[in-house]
């Protein structure tokens, strides 16, 4: 859409206008230090809830505060790698270049709370479990996530021409969202060692609420720093593909 | 048809077409993709026969033993059905309780389950030690009350 105002006829706010990289740069440099203010601002809270406020838990001990991080984490490897899957099929369907770019943004956030996810589970596993790893259906489709997020990346490293990599990467990527139900359904369609989910929509969390409390700040304060972290990223994308055009000359001019 | 609408059923038809797959291959390696196998289904023969498989319970209460050189424990793995001997050697998992979740993997022998492994399987409750306490007594409370209603 190349309509100057922002405005539609039906005045609501156009949200095509956003669609472009050259209008969204700005918008998302205004947004990006926002975010990261408040996932500070959580994370800070969220680890004295955890660590401070929240009671010893009577079976684990001191070793249940992996979830303030754990659970945080696992739960967003999974709703990236689920927005990443989105602006890919966007990126197929309307065949728009920011959602190729999206896409791309998202995958190495995801992939680092893949892997935090994976590793706090497995120092918490040693000693609640008696292991560090077993393959159950939870861990397997946790760690094929992480192998999908670094799939995903590689594709797109390898090839050259920017807009080829976002298809290929898309294919890919919506491919891979199969895995999402999977990961998530895992420990109730399975025997796992890994327990079923303590948090669910139909039901109150089978926990204390402290510890609930602790538990969804920090997933907030993940929520904000990811949204920050792949504003931050897609800025550095638009301004490398879109380097030849005159606008970023103009505004890479005003930053000397 | 604009061509992005066509682009769009196709990616929405792709996608169902690959979870169909997806199921259907799931369903199909049901028995390879379960983690351990239930007291009951070890009763049923649906356990691996001559070969290491993992067998998952609740530890029964009061059946833990330990032999007099320390380190080999006996204890009885139950799905409230059915119930299976478990002898073990080496160190237990932290959690290991009685009445808790665990996960063991070994053979049979006569009937027997000589395990080379054991892991604690940790419920998704989270409480504090207080609200546990708390928990247990009502539940002695209710026995109580059950067993009055039953003796009379």
């Known amino acids: ?45 969220g680890l004295y809830i955890g660590f401070f406020v929240a009671p010893t838990d009577a079976q684990q001990g001191e070793s249940y505060r992996i979830i303030f991080i754990h659970v945080p984490a696992a739960w967003m490897s999974m709703l990236i790698y689920l927005a990443m899957a989105f602006w890919a099929g966007m990126g197929l369907a309307f065949n728009t270049r920011l959602s190729g770019m999206m896409a791309t943004a998202l ?15 497995a120092l918490w596993g040693k000693p609640t479990w008696g292991t560090w790893w077993v393959w159950d259906a939870r861990l397997t489709s946790e760690l094929l996530l992480l192998f999908l997020y670094f799939g995903f990346m590689a594709l797109q490293a390898a090839m050259d021409d920017p807009r080829r990599a976002d298809k290929a990467g898309a294919v890919l990527a919506l491919v891979g969202v199969i895995n999402i139900p999977i990961i998530y359904f895992s420990v109730k369609w399975w025997n796992t060692l890994h327990q079923g989910a303590s948090v669910s929509l139909k039901s109150a969390p089978t926990m204390a609420a402290t510890m609930f409390t602790g538990m969804i700040v920090m997933v907030f304060a993940c929520w ?32 000397k | 048809m604009k061509p992005r609408h066509r682009r769009i059923a196709l990616i929405v038809a792709g996608v169902a077409g690959l979870a169909l797959a997806t199921t259907l291959v799931l369903q199909a390696f049901q028995q390879n993709l379960v983690f ?3 007291p009951s289904q070890v009763a049923a023969n649906e356990a691996p026969q001559g070969r290491a498989f993992r067998v998952g319970g609740m530890v029964e209460k009061g059946s833990v033993k330990r032999q007099p050189d320390g380190v080999t424990v006996q204890f009885n793995v139950t799905d409230t059905a059915k ?70």
């Open chain 2, 83 to 152: 119930t299976i001997q478990v002898a073990y050697k080496g160190v237990l998992p932290d959690l290991f309780r009685e009445g808790k979740g665990v996960v063991t993997q070994g053979r049979l022998e006569n009937g027997r389950f000589v395990a080379s492994e054991v892991l604690a399987k940790h419920d998704e409750n989270y409480m504090p030690p207080e609200a546990a306490d708390a928990v247990k007594k009502a539940q002695a409370t209710n026995q109580k009350a059950v067993n009055t209603v039953v003796n009379k």
């Open chain 1, 224 to 255: 904000a720093y990811a949204i920050a972290a792949a504003l931050w990223r897609v800025r550095c994308i638009i301004l490398e593909r879109e380097r030849r055009s005159e606008w970023v000359a103009d505004y890479l001019e005003t930053q």
């Open chain 2, 36 to 38: 351990f196998f239930t």
């Open chain 1, 1 to 45: 859409m190349s309509s100057a105002t922002p405005q539609t006829a039906s005045g609501g706010i156009n949200w095509f206008k956003y669609s472009s990289p050259q209008t969204f740069f700005p918008l998302a440099g205004t947004l990006a230090p926002w975010f990261a203010a408040i996932a500070a601002v959580l994370f800070v809270a």
């Open chain 1, 107 to 121: 995958a190495p956030t995801g992939a680092l709370f893949t892997f935090i996810a994976l590793w706090t589970g």
